[in-house]
């Protein structure tokens, strides 16, 4: 039984260790979601207005963070706000801001879809009842793009949980990091357990992202007539 | 003269277009009913929705109890809450039962007590018939039993004006009379109405005045009788007549 890599794992609090790794990044990844699904909204909106000077700005925004990948974010604000503006923020924190920033572009996109695929003649309906703007969005427009919005911000989040797995790079000890700490602690003893945990790993981010993806394609379905 | 509407000098265009109004005078007496008919495309929609205020107007006014309204107005919420508007596309609310579109509006706009506002839904939805439907949704009703929860939605906010723009023309012909009959309920009531359709035996039965557009501006107004018995110009009497069929001869 000697080399069986897997009793790695149930030495002293190395399982427990992993599962609270996990909890960080779904930490990050729902504080994250959280943000973006409000930002989103408000940038959803904004980007629904005729004026040229708003829509560039937030075309501009948009394109930026696509084009950028998540990892120069992630050190651009860890490292950067650190360099130039002498901020000290939390690996954490810079992870919230950078899912945050990518979520809200990404969220904010799905919104304007949803809000101009409403027929004109809903807001009119509303406006002609005596609604103003906000009372139009919220009780009219905003309900009703809810339910076309739920599947794709779902799609959103699982990639989101995925993603967090870069956190490592500027420090935050999550799952992956654990399991490489494991790993690195007894790599004389048990040569093999870089298989096990990474498979255990594996096994944990498809608990956490399998129910999210099945409620997606349900949620789909549900709303599809 | 007790007005409750009046136009001065309208005018209208989109953008670099052909005027779709050319300055029209309008006005509307309290209790009065009146349809204003004409050809595709003549702005009888839009002079509509200029009222409504949900189109921005180049010049002229419209003056609602003696006050001048304006889309820019800070309380046009307001205004337009005293001006009812049923459409031709069934626009209700499609995620909300049919009791809740019609309280949304009395409730969150005017905040008035929700019990109240319940009481007098049921009372006007028993009048269009259709106090079976209020837990029902939109997708669940045909389009003649949309249009009257549009009316009902429209009435429980005590507009003293109802504009209602060729709220039959999207609807199959069956279901045209079910809510045409209501709408002469309503002038039976009292209500005051101006009515864009292209029903014209509806005109008749409705109508006390008639007004008679064609490319942006009023060509004959008139009391109804006379509109429809004696035309006054040539371009009324063509309008009129493409209503008439004849068997041909062959």
Known sequence: ?225 | MNEILQVKHLKKSYENNEPVLKDIDFSLQKGEVVVIVGPSGCGKSTFLRCLNLLEPIDEGSIILNGETIDRKDKNVHQHRQKIGMVFQSYELFPHLSIMKNILLAPVKVQKRNRKEAEKEAEVLLERVGLSDKKDAFPRQLSGGQKQRVAIVRALIMHPEVLLLDEITAALDPEMVREVLQVVLKLAEDGMTMAIVTHEMEFAKAVADRVIFMDQGVIVEENRTKNFFAYPQTERAKQFLNTFHYEALEI
């Open chain 1, 1 to 225: 039984m000697q080399d069986l890599g897997i009793q790695v794992l149930f030495q002293g609090r190395n399982f427990i260790r992993l599962w609270e790794g996990l909890w960080v990044t779904l930490r990050i990844a729902v504080i994250a979601m959280g943000l973006s699904v409000l930002l989103g909204f408000l940038l959803g909106m904004l980007m629904t207005i005729q004026n040229r000077t708003v829509r560039c700005i937030t075309r501009l925004y948009l394109e930026t963070v696509r084009i950028l990948p998540q990892l120069v974010l992630l050190f651009l604000v860890y490292f950067g706000a650190a360099k130039h503006l002498g901020l000290n923020i939390s690996g954490e924190a810079a992870a919230i801001i950078v899912f945050t920033f990518w979520g809200t572009a990404e969220m904010g996109d799905l919104v304007r879809g949803a809000l101009i695929a409403t027929p004109k003649h809903q807001y009119e309906s509303a406006g002609g009842l005596g609604m103003n703007r906000w009372q139009t969005y919220f009780y009219v427009i905003i309900p009703q793009t809810i339910r076309r919005l739920l599947p794709p911000a779902v799609n959103l989040l699982t990639r989101m949980i995925k993603t967090t797995s870069l956190v490592v790079l500027i420090g935050v000890v999550e799952v992956v990091k654990v399991g490489k700490q494991i790993i690195d602690a007894s790599r004389y003893q048990t040569p093999t357990a870089a298989l096990w945990i990474y498979g255990v790993i594996f096994i944990m981010y498809f608990i956490v992202c399998y129910p999210f993806s099945r409620l997606s394609l349900w949620l789909e379905k549900k709303y599809k007539n």
